[in-house]
């Protein structure tokens, strides 16, 4: 018997692309599949209405926990949050409003969290921008560090007294394996004498690094702990400021690459559920991890010093202390 040649060209291609499903599922790192429940546990997330954000905080919520979907932009966190709550069946989905780019809106923010929320359990700082032009937030921080480090330095910081009121949180940083490819620039933190786009991400990713190792050292026993995760490349709307981001005939001419090299949102979030939820983290404070498990910190991170003298730069410009 002879096959119609459409009907061995169909069958080839649905069993390339069902191989190609398979490898990408593989390349992806594995799903964090434990039934661990957050029952009476509030999770805050950062950039919760795309992205990892987004399905971070379904996979939380679909686990039973509050989540407060902390976002800049209302209208979209108010349809992130209706897609949260039609996946999950979880109504206990809020929506609030947090521009990491102003710290008036991150002060606002924690008013209304410690005014209207009995407990914080886990604060996932998720939101981040990449490579975008050179533009300044409120305070006149340079975008990047403004938004991937300085407010979040500052939102966690004056969260604090309420993560140690819970009996055991968790506090979860983004960041990117480019944080290796430099060192702090003391020098120039601002990025005032020269700005390259690429290079102030990964500054604001290694002063996140920096960041955490700290306070893990500063919430030494104190039940409190602070991990780092990477989520590994994925496709989500983080290259919108990229030139292929951007433009969509390059980006569609790459696509079968990029789309097998990439993860999914549900597999880059893997690593931040896998931190939120795992019971046998509890002790465990000031790692990085990767496809949900434990990586090797590059030198660049590890320096104590360079640590401290951040640490105190950052609470002068963003005012904790005052
Ligand atoms: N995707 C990757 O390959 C990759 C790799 C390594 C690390 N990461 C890190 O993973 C995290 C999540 O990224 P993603 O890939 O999900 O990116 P994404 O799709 O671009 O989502 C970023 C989120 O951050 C929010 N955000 C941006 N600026 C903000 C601000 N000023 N205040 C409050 N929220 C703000 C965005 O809100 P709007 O929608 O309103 O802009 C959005 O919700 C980031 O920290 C990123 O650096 C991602
Ligand atoms: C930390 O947790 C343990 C066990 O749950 C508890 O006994 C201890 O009092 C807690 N410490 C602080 C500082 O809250």
């Keep these: ?11 080839a291609v649905g069993a390339s692309y069902g191989a190609a499903l398979l490898l990408k599922d593989y390349l992806g790192g594995e799903r964090y599949k434990a ?27 679909k686990r039973g926990g509050r989540l407060l979907l902390a976002c800049r932009d209302l209208k979209k966190c108010e349809i992130a949050r209706n897609e949260i709550i039609d996946e999950s069946f979880n109504k206990n989905v809020v929506c609030k409003e947090l521009d990491l780019a102003s710290c008036e809106s991150i002060r606002k923010f924690v008013k209304t969290v410690k005014d209207e929320e009995k407990r914080i359990d886990v604060l996932i700082n998720n939101a981040g921008v990449m490579s975008c032009p050179k533009q300044h937030t409120s305070e006149l921080f340079e975008w990047q560090f403004g938004v991937n480090y300085l407010g979040p330095f500052l939102l966690t910081n004056l969260l604090l007294d309420k993560l140690k009121q819970s009996q055991h949180a968790r506090i979860i940083n983004l960041i990117s394996p480019v944080y290796k ?33 700290e306070l893990a050292r500063r919430l030494e026993g104190s039940n409190v702990t602070v991990n ?22 390059s980006g569609g001419m790459l696509s079968p690459i990029m789309w097998l ?12 559920i896998f931190l939120a939820v795992d019971p046998g983290l509890e002790k465990v404070s000031g790692k990085l991890f990767t496809n949900s498990k434990e990586d090797s910190i590059a030198k660049c991170a590890l320096d104590k010093d360079a640590a401290k003298r951040l640490w105190l730069i950052s609470e002068k410009w963003t005012r904790l202390s005052s």
């Design 261 to 272: 090299a990439m993860k999914t949102p549900v597999q880059g979030a893997q690593t931040s």
């Design 181 to 213: 490819r430099t060192e702090m620039n003391f020098e120039d933190l601002n990025s005032i004498n020269f700005y390259d786009p690429k290079e102030a991400y990964a500054q604001s990713k290694l002063a996140v690094m920096l960041f955490s190792q």
């Design 35 to 61: 039934e661990h429940e957050i029952l009476g546990k509030t999770v805050i997330i950062t950039g919760a209405n795309t992205g990892i954000g987004k399905e971070t905080a379904k996979q939380l919520a």
């Design 1 to 11: 018997m002879k096959l119609p040649t459409s009907f061995v060209v169909v069958s």
């Design 228 to 249: 780092c995760a990477n989520p590994g490349v994925s496709k989500t709307e983080i290259g919108r400021h990229l030139p292929m981001g951007q433009s969509k005939v």
